[in-house]
Every structure is written in C-alpha cells, then in structure tokens.
C-alpha cells in the first residue's frame, strides 16, 4: 500500500462557472486556471499520482498546452485512473476536505460523491469529502478563492 497527498488551489474568477468534484454550482464567481479549474479534481489527481510516485498534474496535463486548455477535469482524472492502473495499482480510499467561506459546500458532496465514483469506476464507499471554513482567516476566509487537501491510498 502507498499514500500520497495532493494540494490545490484556486482564486476567484469572474465570467467563469463554478465546478468542484466534476459538479456545477450555481455561484457568482467560478475558478480562474487553464482547465475548469476542479480544485478537488485536482488535487485527488496529484494524490493519486504521488501516492504511485507518477510525479504530479502539472507534469501530465500542463497549463502550457492548448490541449487542456478550459478541459473538463473530469478528463484528467480518467486518465490519471488510467496511468495509475496501467502502473499496477488501484484506489483504495480517498478523504478529501475543501476548504471555502463561500458558497457553502455540503448540499453538493452527495453529487460529487456520485460523480467522483462514476469517473473514477470505484464505489461511493470508497470515498470521503468534507467541507469546511477556514473562520474568515486566510484568502479562502476573505473568499478570495478554494482550497482543497487529498489523502489517498492506493494498493
């Protein structure tokens, strides 16, 4: 068994739909990066990689390329799933905790939950998504942007 962490964030953008693990949100503000910019996504993503010691997201969909560019980050964990298979391993749990002020999170992870499953091919059971504020401290607590923290193991 490995354990690997992954880390993301991003801030605020006007103009820009709102989607964390792979679920829109109705909310005035999305996330500013070179894909849809799915702060969990990405960061169960560079869990998976490191967990298998496949470097990280920025190493297999880099922001410089105009292929991943506004790319649905549902893609990039398919495929990350893929490598991580091809290399002979497979999930064996995920706890992930989004940190945001704002919007308010909780009424979504049962649709993450299901979505993240789905794309990933592994059961609901095997997965863990809290949120939480972070007290008005920091730049997600001045809703400045979303942070999110994966653990994940794999076997």
Do not use: W
Not at 62 to 71: L, Q, W
Not at 124 to 137: F, G, H, Q, R, Y
């Amino acid at each position: 068994m490995r354990i690997g962490f992954g880390y993301d964030v991003h801030a605020f953008a006007e103009g820009r739909e709102l989607r964390i693990g792979g679920v829109r949100i109705d909310y005035p503000y999305g996330l500013m990066g070179h894909s849809d910019a799915d702060v969990l996504i990405h960061a169960i993503c560079d869990a998976l990689l490191g967990a298998a010691n496949l470097r990280d997201i920025g190493y297999h969909f880099p922001d410089t390329s105009a292929e991943y560019k506004n790319i649905d980050s549902k893609i990039l964990l398919r495929e990350t799933m893929r490598l991580l298979r091809e290399a002979g391993y497979e999930l064996g749990n995920i706890d992930a905790t989004v940190a945001a002020e704002q919007p308010k999170l909780n009424p979504h992870i049962p649709d993450m939950l299901k979505t993240l499953s789905e794309v990933m091919n592994v059961p609901v059971k095997d997965l863990s998504i809290k949120a939480t504020t972070t007290e008005k401290l920091g730049f997600t607590g001045r809703r400045e942007g979303i942070a999110a923290y994966v653990v994940a193991l794999i076997k």
